[in-house]
């Protein structure tokens, strides 16, 4: 199956811990992203990275880090986890250029910081 | 900077019936207008992609039309059914793929 996939698909952690969720594409796609959806359903990006470089890196605490090891894989660690970061984390890719057919999202990942 | 705003925010119909959603953005100056559905719990599935350059998409029941210099997108959903029940998400393309807060819709049997 062609497609964004991310694990875990559900993460229950305590505040001050650190996670990673990992994400994988198969599309060929040159351009990975993390979303985050609060609870008010709202999707805003957070990071954007293409061929393995960031470009994209909205106004997020820099307990965030993203990590791109090649252009098929994104993944995102949260350091010191806190009660706000609860929300879906989606990602999604895309090609740039030419090639572009719009973005495919992976499922989420429910993450909740109790 | 984009802003997308979707309206209504909540939709219920009876089956059957046409429905119209809509989308507005702030900035014209985009590649290409997205929507997607997603049904509670779950992820985007993308329904319609239209190029700066075209007017309209169609998918079946659906139909997407694109008027970039009033900054309007709509979506026209023939015929609704209660499987059509979700969240509607209409997103703009500049340099970044911005959303609105999607029309939560509900058709009725």
């Known amino acids: 199956d062609t497609a964004v996939s991310q694990t875990p698909k559900y993460l229950v952690t305590q505040m001050g811990n650190d996670k990673s969720i990992k994400c994988e594409q198969n599309l060929g796609h040159d351009t990975m992203y993390w979303y985050k959806q609060d609870s008010k359903k709202f999707l805003k990006i957070m990071f954007s990275?293409?061929?393995?470089?960031?470009?994209i890196n909205e106004t997020v605490p820099n307990r965030f880090s993203p990590k791109s090891p090649d252009k098929a894989h994104l993944n995102l660690h949260i350091n010191s986890l806190e009660l706000g970061d609860s929300a879906v984390y989606f990602c999604?890719?895309?090609?740039?250029?030419?090639?572009?057919?719009?973005?495919?999202f992976g499922s989420g990942t429910r993450l909740t910081v109790v | 900077k984009q802003e997308v705003t979707q309206i209504p925010a909540a939709l219920s119909v009876p089956e059957g019936e046409n429905l119209v959603l809509n989308c507005s953005f702030t900035?014209?100056?985009?590649?290409?207008l997205q929507w997607f559905r997603q049904d509670p719990g779950k992820g985007l599935t993308s329904l319609l992609l239209i190029q700066s350059s075209q007017r309209e998409q169609t998918s079946g029941r659906l139909n997407a039309s694109l008027d970039k210099s009033s900054g309007r997108s709509t979506l026209y959903i023939a015929a609704s059914q209660p499987g059509d029940s979700a969240t509607y998400l209409c997103?703009?393309?500049?340099?970044?793929?911005?959303f609105g807060a999607g029309t939560i819709l509900r058709v009725k049997s």
């Open positions: 999604a890719s895309s090609s740039s250029g030419i090639s572009y057919y719009g973005y495919t």
């Open positions: 997103a703009a393309y500049g340099n970044k793929l911005v």
């Open positions: 990275y293409n061929n393995k470089e960031l470009i």
């Open positions: 900035d014209s100056a985009i590649y290409n």
